[in-house]
């Protein structure tokens, strides 16, 4: 399963991909809102550090708009992602933005049919929000596994995404149901790798190391 980032805080990116572990990143407007910088700019910069997809996403909310901003993202960038919701004028920019190569992530999915239709639209990447649809009391993951489901009876090429991810087993959850991507906010990242008892066991071998007058 690929990993990519759910921020636009360019530290947070920066520190990030020094792991080696993150294989792209996702923005949405109200991420991009919060960073106070001009957001072609921004994109430029995410791109500059991360050699992998970048998703930017239209804010015009008919198709035509949405053309004319996702062709003016996707020169920013050769690995600029266009994040187009999913809506019918969405469908319509992702299939137009399709024809034309350039990569389309259809956003704010939440249910299969809606899938079905971004997969049928061209979509290179489908983003099923798990966390939002868990808020209401539904079972998010559950959309991910039936748009799998669909994807495989069609041998759609088109990616599951799995976003809104709130916690690690969202995570572990998205793998085991077969989710090609899954984007993760970076308190998420970290907490997928920190575990109390690595710290316990690794301060035990110090402890035991420092007293026995050993080294490397
Ligand atoms: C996806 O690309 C979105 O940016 C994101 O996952 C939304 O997550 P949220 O529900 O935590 O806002």
Redesign the pocket.
């Given at each position: 399963m690929q990993i990519?980032i759910?921020t636009a805080d360019i530290n947070e990116i920066r520190d990030l991909n020094e792991t080696g572990l993150i294989d792209g990143v996702?923005?949405?407007p109200?991420?991009a809102a919060s960073q106070g910088i001009q957001f072609t700019d921004l994109i430029r910069q995410i791109c500059d550090i991360v050699d992998g997809p970048i998703?930017a996403?239209v804010i015009a909310l008919d198709a035509a708009g949405m053309i004319e901003q996702g062709k003016k993202l996707a020169g920013i960038h050769e690995n600029v992602v266009i994040?187009v919701p999913l809506t019918v004028d969405g469908l319509k920019a992702c299939y137009a933005l399709a024809e034309d190569d350039i990569a389309v992530?259809v956003?704010l999915c939440f249910s299969a049919p809606q899938a079905l239709l971004a997969a049928k639209a061209g979509a290179r990447y489908i983003?099923p929000?798990v966390?939002?649809l868990d808020?209401q009391g539904w079972d998010g993951m559950q959309l991910i596994r039936d748009i799998q489901l669909v994807y495989d009876n069609y041998m759609f090429d088109t990616e599951i995404?799995a976003?809104?991810?709130?916690h690690p087993q969202h995570v572990l959850e998205a793998a085991k149901a077969g989710a090609d991507v899954c984007?993760i906010?970076p308190k998420v990242f970290r907490q997928l790798y920190k575990h109390n008892l690595t710290d316990i066991g690794l301060d035990a071998f110090m402890a035991d190391w420092k007293k026995s007058g050993l080294s490397i």
């Open positions: 990519f759910d996702t923005t949405n109200s991420l998703s996403e994040k992530n956003t983003s929000f966390g939002r808020d995404l976003a809104s991810i709130r984007t906010p």
